[in-house]
């Protein structure tokens, strides 16, 4: 039994009671001065000279020593059976304290004590032996003495000096007397009347025979006959006093005889009949006829109880040592379980006597259990034996029964008695090997935690490690196994027999075991009757309570009215019926004293499986500013939701623990404490919702609610903790609209731009086509205008299977003020759900927002951080979360070790993270937002287009007008507008994609730089008050392909005024969307440059293509000589109208002119112009194709040797220097639209370079005569001359280039058969003209004789000195040779 140690069978108990108005802590001061008497020798108690009262107090200076235990509540009234049976189970003694103040009190105190005494023990028990009251005087005033002492009642003055010197005097004359009640009571059991009637039943007691004259028959001077022991079952007894307390008479025993002990001072002589002298050494048998032989067996039992009490061991052991052959041979197994018990109690007595743990040989000698073993073990052997001895114990059957008139206890009490001797005799033999357990075997220490209740002195305490336990067991050779089977023995089914405070205290004593021992398991499985038992009891007083006071009136003058009961614990089971007399209901006080005691055992109980009901916080109201606290883990650094969900183990049986929470919560309901409803219903909530199912969650949120409404009407103001986990995921500020979005500028875009051809050809400015840094650039705060409401976005999340409430929802920020409302939100059962919130930043700067801040009904508002983490941080999640992965179901430790917070955690930090070299705290980042200033807002009022849609030739341009309106509170002073259409995405895609030759990139982007679909040249004065219009052109040119085009106005009041200088503006932006429609009316086919002399053999083809035009060479501003050529295109007109084209000519060194044809529908008409020849420098022909958006250079993709590629280098420059000059346009006749005829399309060729290309030098060929005076005459384009005469053929040679050539001059013939006609003065080959100079010429002649007639045709060839000929050059002579 909890708080019993295992030698109570051989401690006298004293029963301390408060008398009078004394205080808790005045009581407990006096009672520690009376308990700190433990043990008193025996030859500390004063002599009794009489040989009669000195049986059990021996001779004078005997050794030995009484033990005395102090308890401060009495028996329960239905242990009374056990009054002979174990007489050490009752208080024999009862010290009164008090406190004395005066005389006059005394009677009133002396009342007081003999009422309490009647009180505790009824009429007829026959204890307690010895009552005294000590009243300790308050204060030192020294008002009493000595002699104000009765026979009741004695005071100790205050002034009295070593008090406890005084008190062991006066408990030494209790024990004394006790000790003289001792013999009186063996001379009334050892009569021959009442040793038949102690065999009759199991649990006999004493027949009254002399309460009605008032005496005391145990008292020997006070016996004139022997008394007799009654027939009568103890049973009969404990029924009796349970039938007088239900009909509310005063008890009564039916003839049971309990002597009632008297102190009276006359001495009286008796006549006894004695078995044995009280001395063992000289004991001397009678033999008694009554009853049968083993009568006497029960009866030698009883003394030796008596003498062990007595503190005479010796003794004890031959009284027990005697009773067991009769015991033995009678099957009377309790009695012979019992007296086994006492012969160990003795046993350990005697070693502790001793002071150095070794057993009496006296005592083993006459046991007869002298062996090679340790002490503790023969004595664990017995106790055992006495422990399966009780087991084997039946009730009396009830036919057996005798004297019927009399009233007898049913088999049911009985099994109560014999339930809670075999407990008490399991929980003896586990607090004797606990003692030897946990003192490191037999010894001194063993022997003083067997005379002391609770814990062995090694388990000072709370918890032992296991390693200590693990000694313990080596040591001792008792391992925990041993000892827990050996207690496990008092749980079982008689325990149901046991009254349900035994059941109580059973239970406590085998929970408290299994605790020393390390069984938490265990420990929570009893704690869960334990809670059971309370409850019991608890609901069981409860309702008697109810119906008692539903009896009486209801105390308000209102008749048929009944008050309701407390709840119960089964009152959402089942519904009550009958009806209610009355129309008031009265509700009644709860009474919740001792809740708190039930509840934190009931926590305790679940943690050991795991389930941790304190998880949702209570908190008082004082304290709400305090407990709105955030993410702890957040704060540490920022942790993800893997930080404060999946990074906790769960441990346990999910089936077990939700039995224990359901009974955790009935138990709460049954109290009833509605604020642990509360928290027991939400924290089961927390950690468990995954394993229970719909219906079960729904119950626990439905009572926890209503039960925090209750708890809120009965005037308790606490609040809960925020419970529902992590309800927000993620957190993002929603874009504002695109007229209302800030876009950020540095203060360098005020001025004008230099170009905007790289936003256009690469879509952004940056000369790169890959930029690693371009990443980093764009990922940039989220901008919030001043005074402007701003959109947050929350995704919530709900795991639960009902709908979620939540009160109040709101954002957390910090840096600035930012005014937020709070919402309530319903989160749908198991879903997610997107909640918008908004606010409006009241100044200028960063914003950063932290999270948000919940709060639940009937809850405290509680702080949700959403840190941003790093790639680094990131990483380093993901590698925790795989690494934890990897550890589900691998545990370390055994037992209820696993669950240990503390190793959990350092399981987690030795896992996917490494110990840092220096220790430093991680500051998280939050999402930040910059607050700009108050910005202006226009809006389009008008535009000259009709539904935003355009229809245009291709090539045409028009005007689009729209009216901007100012419609805030601040004025505009910065206007700019870009475009964008349908044209530009598809040539950046080709672009980008590379496949492009390089003059095919050049052509794409001179077509997006030079011919966009929009333009607009505002100027620079952009100042719009608020309320005013605003007018902007904008410039539309028609390109095939274009369907859609948009224009962007962004604008700002950028230069405001400022105290400091600003980097920085922000702007607005328009868009404008526009639907193109635009027409391909004319084609450029083909083009062709041919050299202008070639006109004159051009016949009917070119010629009269000119005669046809009638275009004259003065018109066009044509001179004559090879400077010129002819340039002509083909124009294709693919509408069903007629347009007039028109080609100009822009030469250098020429008039402007112009010539245009009218193109009717589906014809092509050829345009010809003259045009001036010219030539570049190869400076500038031997440049590379440029790109004109000055991105990384582009190679092409074909392979080309070096003279093709500067042939190609050659072709692009004079196709740009041409089209520069070279421009057409057309107009529709009778609409008059007009526009510009691109002439890019077209390709130039290499026969087309060597017509426009001017050679470098200039070649005149001549023929003249021998004779100066001659002068040949020339016949269209051949020079006549004599036959065999000489001639001289003459080259001037002029350098027309800008660098010197060093020349040579070849004739090379047009047929080589002339060359044998042809007689020359020296070689016609490579003549040296020496080194000429820029703008310089050099004329030279050759000697020439033509032998036979004809024609004879000669072409000049020039060729630099180591670079080869000079190209396009192209220059001939024909001679007719005639004779005379």
Not at 1194 to 1206: A, I
Not at 1303 to 1323: E, K, M
Request: net charge negative; charged share 20%; hydrophobic share 40%.
């Amino acid at each position: 039994m909890d708080g019993t140690p295992f030698a109570s069978l051989a401690q006298i108990r004293i029963l301390l009671i408060p008398i009078g108005n004394i205080s808790n802590e005045a009581f407990e001061q006096w009672a520690s001065i009376i308990r700190s008497f433990e043990h008193i020798r025996l030859d500390e108690i004063p002599p009794e000279t009489r040989e009669e009262k000195n049986r059990f107090l021996g001779p004078p200076l005997l050794a030995g020593n009484l033990h005395l235990s102090y308890p401060t509540h009495p028996p329960p009234e239905w242990h009374a059976p056990l009054a002979l049976f174990r007489p050490s189970h009752f208080p024999l003694g009862v010290i009164g304290i008090a406190e004395y103040s005066d005389e006059a009190i005394m009677d009133t105190m002396s009342t007081e004590f003999k009422a309490t005494i009647s009180e505790y023990f009824p009429a007829g028990s026959p204890f307690p032996f010895a009552t005294k009251c000590y009243a300790f005087e308050s204060g030192r005033s020294g008002s009493s003495s000595l002699g104000s002492t009765t026979s009741d009642i004695i005071v100790i003055p205050g002034l009295m000096g070593h008090k406890e010197v005084y008190v062991g005097t006066l408990i030494s004359q209790m024990c004394g007397d006790i000790l003289c009640y001792f013999a009186g009571m063996a001379q009334a059991l050892e009569s021959p009347a009442s040793l038949e009637a102690l065999n009759n039943r199991m649990f006999p007691v004493l027949a009254q025979s002399s309460v009605a004259n008032g005496t005391d028959i145990f008292d020997p001077r006070n016996r004139s006959s022997s008394p007799a022991i009654s027939a009568t079952s103890s049973f009969s007894a404990l029924s009796s006093l349970r039938e007088s307390s239900n009909m509310g008479s005063p008890p009564s025993l039916n003839g049971a005889i309990w002597p009632t002990p008297k102190r009276s001072s006359t001495v009286g002589q008796l006549n006894r009949v004695s078995m044995i002298n009280s001395r063992p050494g000289t004991a001397t048998k009678k033999t008694v006829s009554t009853g049968p032989s083993s009568s006497t067996g029960r009866l030698s039992k009883i003394m030796g109880d008596l003498y062990l009490l007595a503190g005479r061991t010796a003794d004890a052991v031959q009284w027990y040592i005697e009773s067991l052959p009769m015991l033995r041979g009678s099957h009377d197994v309790i009695w012979h379980a019992s007296a086994i018990e006492g012969m160990c109690v003795a046993e350990v007595l005697d070693a502790w006597s001793t002071g150095d743990g070794a057993v009496s040989q006296h005592s083993l000698i006459q046991s007869g259990h002298v062996s090679s073993k340790q002490p503790w073990m023969d004595i664990s052997e017995r106790l055992n034996q006495a422990v399966q001895l009780y087991a084997r114990a039946t009730p009396t059957p009830t036919s057996i029964m005798t004297s019927p008139t009399s009233s007898s206890f049913p088999p049911e009490g009985e099994l109560s008695s014999l339930s809670l001797l075999y407990s008490h005799s399991v929980l003896r033999h586990t607090n004797f090997l606990m003692a030897i357990w946990g003192d490191k075997g037999w010894g001194p220490a063993a022997l003083r935690s067997m005379l002391h209740p609770g814990r062995p002195e090694s388990f000072t305490a709370d918890l032992v490690s296991d390693a200590h336990m693990y000694r313990l067991s080596t040591v001792t050779t008792l391992n925990r196994t041993t000892i827990s089977g050996t207690i496990s023995q008092a749980h079982g089914p008689h325990i149901m027999h046991l009254q349900p405070l035994d059941r109580l205290h059973v239970l406590n004593a085998i929970a408290a075991t299994y605790s020393c021992l390390g069984f938490k398991r265990k420990e929570a499985f009893v704690l869960r009757e334990v809670l059971a038992s309370v409850m019991d009891m608890l609901i069981n007083a409860r309702e008697e309570a109810s119906r008692t006071m539903s009896n009486g009136s209801a105390g308000l003058g209102i008749t048929g009215t009944e008050l309701p009961s407390a709840p119960s614990a089964f009152d959402s089971l089942k519904r009550k019926t009958g009806s209610v007399g009355g129309n008031v209901v009265a509700r009644a006080n709860v009474n919740d004293a001792g809740n708190e005691s039930v509840l934190k055992l009931v926590r305790y109980v679940c943690g050991i499986y795991g389930v941790d009901l304190a998880k949702v916080g209570i908190v008082e109201v004082n304290e709400m500013a305090a407990a709105e606290k955030s993410d702890d883990e957040a704060e540490a650094g920022g942790a993800s939701p893997l930080d404060a969900v999946d990074d906790v183990d769960r441990f346990g049986w999910p089936d077990l623990q939700l039995g224990v929470v359901r009974e955790a919560v009935a138990i709460a309901e049954a109290l009833p404490d509605y604020p642990a409803v509360t928290q027991f219903s939400l924290s089961t909530l927390q950690a468990m919702y995954a394993d229970l199912s719909s219906i079960e969650q729904s119950y626990l949120y439905t009572t926890s609610a209503k039960a925090l409404a209750t708890t809120r009407r009965r005037g308790d103001d606490r609040r809960v903790d925020y419970w529902a986990g992590r309800p927000v995921l993620s957190l993002e500020v929603t874009t504002l609209p695109l007229v209302r979005l800030p876009i950020e500028h540095p203060m360098q875009d005020l001025e004008p731009p230099s170009s905007s051809s790289l936003n256009v050809v690469s879509g952004r400015n940056d000369p790169f086509i890959y930029n690693p840094r371009l990443k980093a650039t764009l990922a940039k705060q989220a901008l919030v205008v001043q005074h402007e409401p701003v959109d947050i976005a929350l995704t919530l999340y709900n795991p639960f299977s009902f709908d979620l409430d939540i009160q109040s929802l709101s954002i957390s920020t910090s840096g600035l003020e930012f005014r937020s409302p709070g919402i309530a939100a319903m989160i749908p059962s198991e879903s997610f759900r997107i909640v918008h919130l908004s606010g409006i930043a009241s100044e200028v700067g960063t914003l950063t927002i932290r999270g948000i801040k919940a709060q639940l009904s009937g809850g405290i508002v509680r702080e949700f951080l959403l840190p941003i983490n790093s790639n680094e941080e990131d990483a380093r999640v993901e590698k925790r979360r795989s690494a934890l992965n990897m550890e589900v179901g691998r545990i370390k430790y055994t037992g209820l070790d696993a669950r240990d917070p503390y190793r959990s955690s350092q399981k987690r930090m030795s896992i996917g993270s490494e110990k840092p070299k220096v220790a430093f705290k991680i500051t998280p980042a939050f999402l930040t937002c910059k607050v700009v200033e108050a910005q202006p807002l226009l809006k389009v009022r008008r535009s000259t287009l009709t539904h935003g849609a355009l229809t245009l030739y291709e090539g045409e341009t028009t005007i689009i007008r729209l009216a901007l309106e100012n419609v805030s509170s601040l004025p505009t002073d910065f206007l700019k507008l870009t475009f964008d259409d349908s044209t530009v995405p598809v040539a950046q895609h080709a672009l980008a994609e590379g496949d492009l030759s390089v003059e095919e990139v050049y052509e794409t982007e001179y077509d997006l730089i030079n011919r966009p679909v929009l333009t607009w040249d505002g100027g620079h004065d952009h100042h719009i008050e608020p309320g005013r219009n605003y007018g902007v052109a904008v410039t539309c040119l028609g390109k095939v392909g274009c369907s859609d085009a948009t224009i962007h106005l962004s604008y700002s009041y950028a230069r405001r005024p400022s105290e400091t200088a600003l980097e920085v503006f922000q702007t607005r932006q328009i868009v404008y969307p526009i639907d193109i429609t635009v027409y391909s009316v004319l084609n450029c086919r083909s083009m062709d440059i041919v050299p202008h002399w070639h006109m004159k053999g051009a016949g009917n083809t070119l010629g009269s293509s000119l005669n046809q035009q009638d275009v004259s060479r003065e018109l066009l501003g044509v001179v004559e000589g090879t400077d010129w050529c002819l340039f002509s295109i083909d124009v294709h007109n693919n509408h069903n109208t007629p347009f007039q084209v028109t080609i100009t000519r822009e030469a250098e060194g020429a008039t402007q002119a112009s010539t245009s044809r009218l193109t009717g529908p589906g014809t092509v008409s050829r345009m010809i112009i003259p045009l001036r020849r010219f030539s570049l420098p190869s400076e500038v022909t031997s440049q590379s194709i440029p790109t004109l958006s000055e991105r990384q250079f582009v190679v092409s993709k074909s392979k080309m040797t070096p003279s093709e590629e500067q042939a190609q280098r050659e072709i692009f420059w004079y196709r740009e220097h041409l089209l520069k000059h070279m421009m057409a346009s057309w107009v529709e006749p009778g609409s008059m639209r007009r526009g510009e005829l691109s002439l890019r399309s077209l390709r130039l060729t290499g026969a087309m370079l060597e017509a426009l290309r001017i050679t470098p030098c200039h070649v005149d060929l001549s023929l003249v005569s021998a004779d100066e005076d001659t002068k040949l005459m020339k016949r269209g384009s051949h020079y006549i001359a004599q036959a065999q005469s000489f001639l001289y053929l003459q080259a001037n040679v002029r350098n027309a280039s800008a660098s010197p050539l060093n020349l040579t001059l070849t004739y090379v013939p047009s047929n080589l058969l002339i060359l044998d006609s042809a007689l020359f003065d020296g070689s016609p080959n490579q003549i040296s003209l020496g080194t000429i100079e820029p703008s310089a010429s050099v004329q030279t002649e050759i000697g020439v004789c033509f032998v036979d007639y004809g024609i004879y045709e000669f072409k000049a060839v020039l060729d630099e000195v180591g670079k080869g000929p000079i190209p396009g050059l192209d220059v001939s002579i024909s001679i007719r040779a005639e004779g005379n």
